[in-house]
């Protein structure tokens, strides 16, 4: 499942607790403030980006890890040029960001609106 450690989304299960000593870790259940949902949760409830949930944590964490490095200007595996700006986050740039968050129950296309209206873009 990804996490966040201070901010930086990785899966929590190739990597060990005692090496994050003094970090920052952030779980799907750390995302919400008292009884609000993170803009994200929330996105995701409102676009039904999930169907069975099972990967739905990750894919939150994750999505809200991806929009930091995008913003941060971070390219992803498919930038062309390295010396220019991050590419805009087109829906098949949000996907790319994404692959390695897998959803068996395919919710790839409400996964992609809840993280466009996140990000402030049109859905
Ligand atoms: Fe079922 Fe993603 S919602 S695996």
Redesign the pocket.
């Known amino acids: 499942c990804t996490v966040l450690v201070d901010g930086r989304r990785i899966n929590s299960c190739l990597t060990l607790a005692v090496m994050h000593d003094g970090q920052s870790v952030t779980t799907i259940e750390g995302l919400a403030l008292d009884d609000n949902l993170h803009p994200m949760q929330a996105a995701f409830v409102e676009h039904d980006g ?7 944590s990750g ?1 939150i964490c994750s999505a809200i890890g991806m929009l930091a490095e995008s913003r941060e200007g971070m390219p992803s595996y498919v930038t062309d040029d390295l010396t220019q700006p991050a590419a805009e986050l087109t829906d098949a740039e949000i996907r790319e960001r994404m692959s390695g968050n ?6 790839y296309p409400n996964i992609v609106a809840a993280i466009k209206q996140t990000a402030g873009l049109p859905t």
């Open positions: 999930f169907q069975c949930g099972y990967c739905t894919q897998i959803c068996r129950c395919a919710a």
